[in-house]
């Protein structure tokens, strides 16, 4: 099935400071999708990217999906203690019955203030 | 605006024991996906109803049961739990299998 690698894993930040993470794939997706889930809660979406290249912004947060198809990544600016929790990327591929999300694994943000 | 709503959002089981998770959206969605997140696997997929009248499998079906009873309403059934079934479970719907999912707050699942 398909795979896709996130990292980092967890990550331990300063407020303020910036963060950075990624998903690659060995698969092309036609869809990337970003998920932030808080501790309790389900996945909320932040950003979703359709398009090869797109850059789309949403307040703090940049994501692009990249030229391959195969990757992504999540900005996360100036940091605040409440982006705490689990990022999680998504993909999904086109054609046929494989319409279906794959997820990575997640990288579990820790904000100092 | 309830979006995704899942009942119960605790339970305990024996083993053996059967019991049937509820999920709802009142968004008009046509999809509607069970997954189960255990710590390290991320999210997996159960079931999937890619529209009313219509479910398929997913990653890691055996063991569950799913019934798209209307278009609101996917129900995932557990006929025999194990404890290898202890997992936290996300319902999610999208407006339809090309868009992005939402995701219920999730249903805490010990089997002992």
């Known amino acids: 099935g398909q795979q896709l690698n996130q990292s980092p894993q967890s990550m331990f930040i300063q407020e303020g400071e910036d963060v950075s993470m990624n998903c690659t794939s060995s698969s092309i997706f036609n869809t990337w999708l970003w998920y932030k889930q808080d501790p309790g809660e389900g996945p909320v979406l932040l950003i979703a990217?359709?398009?090869?290249?797109e850059l789309t912004s949403n307040g703090r947060l940049t994501a692009q999906f990249g030229i391959t198809r195969k990757d992504s990544f999540l900005n996360i600016s100036a940091s605040i203690p409440s982006d705490v929790g689990i990022y999680f990327c998504?993909?999904?591929?086109?054609?046929?019955?494989?319409?279906?999300?794959?997820f990575g694994k997640g990288t579990l943000l820790t904000v100092n203030p | 605006n309830a979006g995704v709503t899942q009942t119960p959002k605790f339970q305990v089981l024996k083993t053996g024991q059967s019991m049937t998770l509820q999920c709802a959206q009142d968004?008009?969605?046509?999809?509607m996906y069970w997954y189960r997140q255990d710590p390290g696997m991320g999210l997996r997929l159960i079931y999937y109803?890619?529209?009313?009248?219509?479910?398929d499998k997913g990653e890691v079906p055996n063991g569950y049961n799913v019934s798209r009873l209307n278009k609101r309403e996917f129900s995932l059934r557990l006929e025999s739990a194990a404890p290898s079934q202890t997992s936290v479970y996300f319902c999610?719907?999208?407006?339809?299998?090309?868009?992005?999912?939402?995701f219920g707050q999730g249903t805490r699942l010990t089997v002992v």
């Open positions: 998504a993909g999904r591929t086109s054609g046929g019955s494989n319409y279906k999300l794959t």
């Open positions: 990217l359709y398009k090869a290249g």
């Open positions: 968004m008009n969605h046509n999809s």
């Open positions: 999610a719907s999208s407006v339809n299998r090309n868009t992005e999912a939402f």
């Open positions: 109803s890619a529209s009313e009248g219509t479910t």
